[in-house]
């Protein structure tokens, strides 16, 4: 059994900062991707950035520069750093990782979401 709980959401004003966090438990034998995307009311989900097991990173061009990803492996964890926020980042954001189970299963695991609006 492997969970993906997110924390680190909420309201923040334009120009503000949040740090999501996504964090793996369970029957974890490796972690490949890592990553979130955001879901918008009346538009297809997005795929906000991803960071690959050797660290390599890739950003959704409306993000590039203001969001930042990693990840600490020790602690089966992904980060978003999100900085100079705007009004268009509000939504859901779902994280996912990719992750071999002891059992030797592969297959892609999903968070509960995290709301972030960005208001004045």
């Known amino acids: 059994q492997v969970q993906l709980v997110e924390s680190g959401g909420g309201l923040v004003q334009p120009g503000g900062s949040l740090r999501l966090s996504c964090a793996a438990s369970g029957s974890i034998f490796s972690i490949n991707s890592m990553g979130w995307y955001r879901q918008v009311p009346g538009k297809q989900r997005e795929l906000v950035a991803y960071i690959t097991s050797a660290g390599s990173t890739n950003y959704a061009d409306a993000v590039k520069g203001r969001f930042t990803i990693s990840r600490d492996n020790a602690k089966n964890t992904g980060y978003l750093q999100m900085n100079s926020l705007k009004p268009e980042d509000t939504g859901v954001y779902y994280c996912?990782?990719?992750?071999?189970?002891?059992?030797?299963?592969?297959?892609?695991?999903w968070g509960q979401g995290t709301q972030v609006i960005v208001s004045s």
């Open positions: 996912y990782a990719a992750i071999r189970t002891n059992n030797d299963d592969t297959s892609r695991y």
